[in-house]
């Protein structure tokens, strides 16, 4: 498993912003999907966004469309979530994520079996 680490969590008024950081050195070769998840107590874990490497697409859950927006520095290796006007709702643990894709055309899925997952970081948003 390849190491990944979250970074950028905390506490947060609605409405204000956080960026999540995600150290992905370890991905230095190949085509990956990474991801971003969150899971708040009580509920089951749910994708949050998709970046596919190489294409740099991107897709995103319903609840944060528009609002957050995933992306990638190639030279750091490191994988961002901005998340802007965060609402209470969104207090919840994020995990970075990633797992290897098989060729360049193929799709990424938050369902994937394979992923490799980071520890997570704390996102608390209070009204």
């Known amino acids: 498993q390849v190491p990944l680490v979250e970074s950028g969590g905390g506490s947060v008024q609605a409405g204000k912003s956080l960026r999540l950081s995600c150290d992905a050195s370890g991905y230095t070769s190949g085509i990956y999907c990474m991801a971003w998840f969150r899971q708040a107590p009580l509920k089951e874990r749910e994708g949050v966004a998709l970046?596919?490497?190489?294409?740099?697409?991107?897709a995103y859950a319903d609840s944060v469309k528009g609002r957050f927006t995933i992306s990638r520095d190639n030279d750091k290796k490191t994988l961002y979530l901005q998340m802007d006007r965060l609402k209470p709702e969104d207090t919840a643990k994020y995990f970075c994520a990633a797992y290897p894709r098989t060729n360049y055309y193929q799709s990424c899925i938050f369902t994937a079996p394979n992923y490799d997952w980071g520890q997570g970081t704390q996102v608390t948003v209070s009204s």
């Open positions: 970046f596919r490497t190489g294409v740099d697409d991107t």
